[in-house]
Antibody
Framework: EVQLLESGGGLMQPGDSLTLSCAVSGFTFSNFGMAWVRRAPGKGLEWVSIISLSGGRTHYGDSVQGRFTISRDLSRNTLSLQMNSLRVDDTAVYYC??????????????WGKGTTVTVSS | EIVMTQSPASLSVSPGERVTLSCMAS??????LAWYYQEPGQAPRLLFYGASIRTPSTPARFTAGGSGTDFTLSISGLRSGDFALYYCQQYNDWPTFGQGTRLEIK
């Protein structure tokens, strides 16, 4: 069974740093692009970041560019999101997501259940 | 960034009825359009990609179509489990979602 399991969410203060992790199983991790997508309270879904199959190419949404870093460890089947200089408007449920092969910008075929990040003073 | 606009924002309908949801792109995305469904407290689930390609788990009561800037998702014979949030997403460029359409029970 394909599974994506996020962890690392929590209550943070503005300016803090936090790392989210996503442990994947049930498929060959290196054959798929991966992404982080978030949903802020009362708002819609927003793509945060994408990473290619090998990890050699990444892309970020404008709202997190320069503050967040996506990475993947193929030996540990883990996707990570390093979040620096957190802001109140980063408060959201963060989903780990799988992207089918073939294209970098694509759709999501499998989602994790999400981990909640709350940024508040 | 390509802006996706969904309409209506919410829709109240009775079980058994048919509904059509709309999604419009600010510029042409060809057929690079996906639809998702999200129940409260759950992760989204992929319904369609390529504008009209149904996933194996999507019931035949659901149909989707369109190209360029205008897309639709139709659901016939609405069931209780269909009342949720529906999102469209383009992937012609940096992916962006619409703001969602909430389908509610009348």
């Amino acid at each position: 069974e394909v599974q994506l399991l996020e962890s690392g969410g929590g209550l943070m203060q503005p300016g803090d740093s936090l790392t989210l992790s996503c442990a994947v199983s049930g498929f060959t991790f290196s054959n798929f692009g991966m992404a982080w997508v978030r949903r802020a309270p009362g708002k819609g879904l927003e793509w945060v970041s994408i990473i290619s199959l090998s990890g050699g190419r990444t892309h970020y949404g404008d709202s997190v560019q320069g503050r967040f870093t996506i990475s993947r460890d193929l030996s540990r089947n883990t996707l990570s999101l390093q979040m620096n200089s957190l802001r109140v408007d980063d408060t959201a449920v963060y989903y780990c997501a799988r992207i089918p092969p073939s294209r970098f910008f694509y759709f999501i075929d499998v989602w994790g259940k999400g981990t909640t990040v709350t940024v508040s003073s | 960034e390509i802006v996706m606009t969904q309409s209506p924002a919410s829709l109240s309908v009775s079980p058994g009825e048919r509904v059509t949801l709309s999604c419009m792109a600010s510029q042409s995305v060809g057929s690079d359009l996906a639809w998702y469904y999200q129940e409260p407290g759950q992760a989204p689930r992929l319904l369609f990609y390529g504008a009209s390609i149904r996933t194996p788990s999507t019931p035949a009561r659901f149909t989707a179509g369109g190209s360029g800037t205008d897309f639709t998702l139709s659901i016939s014979g609405l069931r209780s489990g269909d009342f949720a949030l529906y999102y469209c997403q383009q992937y012609n460029d940096w992916p962006t979602f619409g703001q969602g359409t909430r389908l509610e029970i009348k």
